[in-house]
């Protein structure tokens, strides 16, 4: 497979670009769109820079998505979530990153201040630095989704199923996943499988908020991480591990025996 090096852009570029755009709408910043820019550079290794077309076609694709949901008008909590699942999906689908192209905060930083600052505007409007400068990739309007999609990747699902557990988690609750990224979010399958089993606990909401639940769930899992290989273990082995730490968390949070 074709490794292809996204261009990206030098941090100093990156802040100069950031203050120049603060106080900018989505509408306005549409003619600062580029596709390239005098500070933009490559890795040095590791394979052949990205054709300009695929950029062009993936800001037309992302751009899509944004107007399909009001751009350049001002989006609401749900054209925001439906936003982010679509554009997870997209970016590690037809993007062509790869993870070791994915960690590195400057590509981002391109992403969002030089081939689609509109769409971030739009996204975040205060362009706050942690969304468009890649200085935390888990945070970056364009990097978090990217990561969002890899962890819940399943390549044996059918066609249509590849992304399917980007709808169910929202984007706090991932936050705790990203979180614990070093070990939690290090593995996919682990991920994968946390969600699985997450999808059919049934939260009584009048008794626990599902944010600590999930918490508490996450924190026996990297107790017992110390001393099982999750990866080691089948899909439905790791099912049955993660359900009975599940189980535990909700009878240490409600109080039931």
């Known amino acids: 497979m074709m490794v292809y090096l996204f261009p990206r852009l030098l941090p ?72 982010d699942i679509t554009v997870a999906e997209i970016l590690h689908r037809d993007s062509g990153i790869i993870p070791a192209e994915a960690v590195a905060g400057d590509l981002w930083a391109f992403l969002s201040l030089v081939l689609m600052p509109d769409v971030a505007a739009w996204r975040y409007s205060d362009l706050h630095r942690d969304r468009v400068l890649g200085s935390d990739v888990t945070r970056h309007v364009f990097g978090r989704l990217w990561w969002r ?46 969600l699985r089993v997450w999808e059919r606990i049934e939260v009584p909401r009048d008794e626990v908020r599902e944010r600590d639940l999930l918490r508490d769930l996450l924190m026996r899992v990297l107790r ?34």
Do not use: C, W
């Open 149 to 194: 999609a890899h962890l819940v990747h399943d390549s044996e699902a059918e066609e249509g199923d590849l992304y399917a557990a980007l709808h169910i988690l929202g984007e706090s609750a991932f936050d705790q996943i990203y979180a614990r990224r070093t070990s939690i979010g290090g593995s996919p399958s682990l991920v994968r499988g946390i």
């Open 224 to 257: 017992l991480q110390a001393f099982v290989s999750f990866d080691s273990l089948t899909a439905d082995d790791l099912d049955e591990e993660l359900g009975r730490l599940a189980d535990e968390s909700l009878r240490a949070l409600t109080g039931r025996v």
């Open 12 to 83: 100093s570029a990156a802040k100069t670009l950031r203050e120049a755009y603060l106080g900018k709408s989505a509408e306005e910043l549409r003619s600062s769109a580029d596709l390239s820019h005098t500070a933009m550079f490559y890795a040095a290794t590791g394979g052949v820079r990205l054709p300009v077309g695929r950029l062009r076609d993936l800001r037309a694709e992302i751009l899509r998505a944004a107007e399909e949901r009001g751009f350049p008008a001002s989006h609401n909590r749900k054209q925001a979530a439906t936003f």
